[in-house]
């Protein structure tokens, strides 16, 4: 069965102190990997799309990067703007998306 | 600018009263999805249209049923809801399903929360 797992659940950092978000992920006919951060009570935002092991993509304090078995969404040096949940998603060979439960960021000043 | 419009944002509906949620986009894009999502849970695919064909998920409740009269809007309609129909309902657009290259990503409406009295 497809199945994608982030951790940690819950994750408080001060300003500045990097860190990084793990996602797993077990699914047959990857087509790719999507990020996506949720604000309380919004809908999904798209951050990134990596199709292939090896890629990085990188947006103001966030990379995200891609193996095999997982992808990592590193933030350095986080702002409290930066507190939100954190989406992964999967992309089967049906064409749907398959959801983590997010990871929660907590950034305090 | 908004791209996927919801509405209502917030819904209070009777145990059983029917209620329908409604989607409107202005991408033009061929692809409308439902997902529900529940407190601190993933968003979980409930059907979608590609164009005019709809896709319905095998779990997906027959409660719960959808119409696209045209591309731009669609529109969940919950018959009768229960007290455990009470979520987050979130409506995406993609230009196409993924299956061949360069996919685009799903667009997100922010939602239409749910509750049931």
């Known amino acids: 069965e497809d199945q994608v797992t982030q951790s940690p659940e819950a994750l408080r950092l001060q300003e500045g102190e990097s860190s990084s978000l793990n996602c797993s992920y077990t699914?047959?006919?990857?087509?790719?990997l999507f990020w996506y951060r949720q604000d309380p009570g919004k809908g999904p935002e798209f951050l990134f799309t990596?199709?292939?092991a090896g890629e990085e993509k990188e947006k103001e304090r966030l990379k995200a990067t891609l193996t095999k078995k997982e992808s990592f969404l590193h933030i350095t040096a986080p702002k409290p703007e930066d507190s939100a949940t954190y989406l992964c998603?999967?992309?089967?060979?049906?064409?749907?998306?398959?959801f983590g439960k997010g990871t929660k960021l907590s950034v305090k000043p | 600018d908004a791209m996927v419009i919801q509405n209502p944002r917030y819904q209070v509906t009777q145990f059983g009263k029917p209620v329908t949620l409604s989607c409107s986009q202005t991408?033009?894009?061929?692809?409308m999805y439902w997902y529900q999502q529940k407190s601190s849970q993933a968003p979980k695919l409930l059907f979608h249209?590609?164009?005019?064909?709809?896709?319905n998920e095998a779990d997906t409740p027959d409660n719960f049923q959808s119409r696209r009269p045209n591309t731009s809007f669609c529109f969940l309609d919950i018959r009768s809801p229960g007290l455990g129909d009470a979520a987050m309902y979130l409506c995406?657009?993609?230009?196409?399903?993924?299956?061949?290259?360069?996919?685009?990503?799903?667009?997100f409406g922010d939602g239409t929360r749910l509750s049931i009295l």
């Open positions: 995406a657009t993609s230009r196409d399903r993924g299956l061949g290259q360069g996919h685009q990503p799903q667009h």
């Open positions: 699914v047959s006919g990857l087509r790719g």
């Open positions: 990596l199709y292939s």
């Open positions: 998603a999967v992309l089967e060979s049906q064409g749907n998306l398959i």
């Open positions: 991408l033009n894009h061929n692809v």
């Open positions: 249209y590609y164009d005019k064909d709809f896709n």
